[in-house]
């Protein structure tokens, strides 16, 4: 039992997010417990700007340490890492970021799917998702990814979203496992192991 | 699904058959291509994938082409073509010629704006632009110098964002769809394949711009692809690389120095 625990512990929580996410994040970096113990990797969409203001942004509202993911960086517990704008962001089997300039997918670089298939392959059950508003289809098929491998999914409740279309699609397409508020959300992470 | 060994196979396959060394790319970008061109190709199974990149020769050239990714643009981050103009091109101005190249330069949008940035400073006519990549058939476009002209109107605000003050369409002609670069732009441009997996050095450079196409090697590759573009490159050589690549923590670091901002490094012994 206990081994089994162990092995499935979240080494890593995905945050994919468009149109109407950014405000879900300020409200929920400061409810996250500095303390986590897996590392937390968000996909935003955001426009082509090379600029690197948002991660200095978002670490204000948390202790935690908040940096753009690098090519070739190790993926540690305990940080948030933001993928750059204008780039898929993947996971290597060594736990590391690689970049990729290929074609924008869903209309978007980088795009939540992308990020979300390459790291379900690697963390397996070891991996939550979670998807916040947008207003785009991007998103459901890394969350059902997830789901296959035997990763857990959270979807942010089409209700309280900005924009509903994106979750509200990740939820007609059986792809969320827990359809929660912000607060929600925040208790969700903060009793993850 | 595609298991890690078959890749592995395949890669072995590539270099015993045709010499191509794919094994420290990365890994996850090259499944995701590979997955990718099954799908495009409706290709059934793993093993049939095998046997045509192993028996046709002419699939082997599109499976090159596919799994690498040829995605570029004019002018891209155009804070980087303004630090050229600005800081790079007036001291390079001092020389009585100059050396660029452009490694993995793909269809050849990036070789395109640099002619034009020399062009503008009055440096074109004692250049010469060393264009090259791996794939011969985008090295087709780059001698062709045709673009999308659909592309043309973000091209240009990116232009006048790095600086630019002409009416950017006077730099092409506009027919059925294309853009053609105008020839004087080409005319010093030189094209070759050159693979910076298992070529070797071939001339000395003044500036050496390899943007975006490290991301797809492993660290170890990186390092000795960064190994190579340091001998290629004169005293006092500039180095430019994609806005997420790095010379920090290569082996070639100390002997360079960050400008500014962008990432553009001076070699200083
Ligand atoms: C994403 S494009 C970058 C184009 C351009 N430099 C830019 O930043 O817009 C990457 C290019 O690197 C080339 N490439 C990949 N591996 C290479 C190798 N071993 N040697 C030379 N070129 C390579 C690919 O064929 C492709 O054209």
Redesign the pocket.
């Known amino acids: 039992m206990e081994e089994n625990n162990l092995k499935n512990a979240c080494k890593a929580l995905l945050i994919g997010g468009s149109a109407g996410s950014l405000q879900v994040l300020f409200s929920l970096f400061p409810a996250i417990r500095p303390d986590f113990t897996f590392a937390v990797i968000i996909v935003l969409h955001r426009r082509n700007s090379g600029d690197s203001a948002l991660s200095e942004l978002l670490s204000t509202k948390t202790l935690a340490h908040t940096l753009e993911a690098e090519d070739k960086d190790p993926i540690l517990p305990g940080k948030f890492y933001l993928a750059p704008a204008d780039y898929h962001l993947l996971i290597e089997k060594n736990e590391t970021f690689s970049l990729d300039?290929s074609e924008k997918i869903n209309f978007s670089r980088p795009s939540i799917d992308v990020t979300f298939e390459s790291a379900a392959e690697i963390y397996g059950p070891s991996l939550v998702g979670m998807l916040l508003s947008g207003a785009n289809e991007d998103g459901t098929r890394g969350l059902l990814t997830i789901k296959k491998m035997g990763g857990k999914t959270v979807v942010q409740n089409p209700e309280t979203a900005q924009m509903p279309f994106m979750p509200q699609h990740a939820i007609s397409n059986h792809a969320a496992d827990y359809i929660h508020d912000i607060r929600e959300m925040a208790d969700f992470i903060n009793n993850l192991r | 699904m595609i298991e890690d060994e078959d890749i592995a196979i395949l890669l072995n396959d590539l270099f015993d058959i045709y010499g191509y060394d794919f094994t420290r790319y990365s890994k996850a970008s090259l499944k995701r291509r590979i997955i990718r061109l099954c799908a495009l190709d409706k290709i059934p199974s793993y093993a049939e994938l095998r046997y045509k990149v192993r028996t046709d020769e002419t699939y082997f050239k599109r499976f090159v082409e596919e799994i690498?990714?040829?995605?570029?643009?004019m002018f891209?981050d155009p804070s980087f073509y303004k630090s050229l103009r600005d800081d790079i091109l007036p001291v390079l101005g001092t020389k009585p010629f100059i050396r660029i190249w452009?490694?993995?330069?793909?269809t050849g949008?990036?070789v395109y704006s640099m002619a034009i940035l020399l062009k503008e400073a009055n440096l074109l006519r004692k250049s010469l632009l060393y264009a090259?990549?791996?794939?011969p058939s985008?090295l087709e476009k780059v001698r062709k110098g045709i673009f999308p002209l659909n592309q043309m109107k973000q091209y240009s605000e990116s232009y006048i964002a790095s600086g630019g003050i002409h009416d950017f369409s006077m730099y092409y002609t506009a027919n059925y769809g294309q853009a053609k670069f105008n020839r004087e732009l080409a005319e010093k441009i030189i094209i070759s394949t050159?693979?910076?997996?298992s070529d070797s050095s071939f001339n000395e450079f003044d500036l050496i711009?390899?943007?975006?196409?490290l991301i797809?090697f492993d660290k170890e590759l990186q390092d000795r692809v960064l190994k190579l573009f340091d001998e290629s490159l004169g005293t006092l050589g500039y180095l430019a690389l994609?806005t997420k690549e790095t010379l920090k923590f290569s082996a070639v670091q100390s002997k360079f120095k960050q400008l500014n901002r962008e990432k553009i490094w001076k070699k200083i012994i």
């Open positions: 300039y | 690498t990714v040829n995605v570029t643009e891209r452009h490694a993995g330069c793909s949008e990036e090259t990549d791996l794939n985008v050159h693979n910076l997996v711009l390899c943007r975006n196409v797809y994609g």
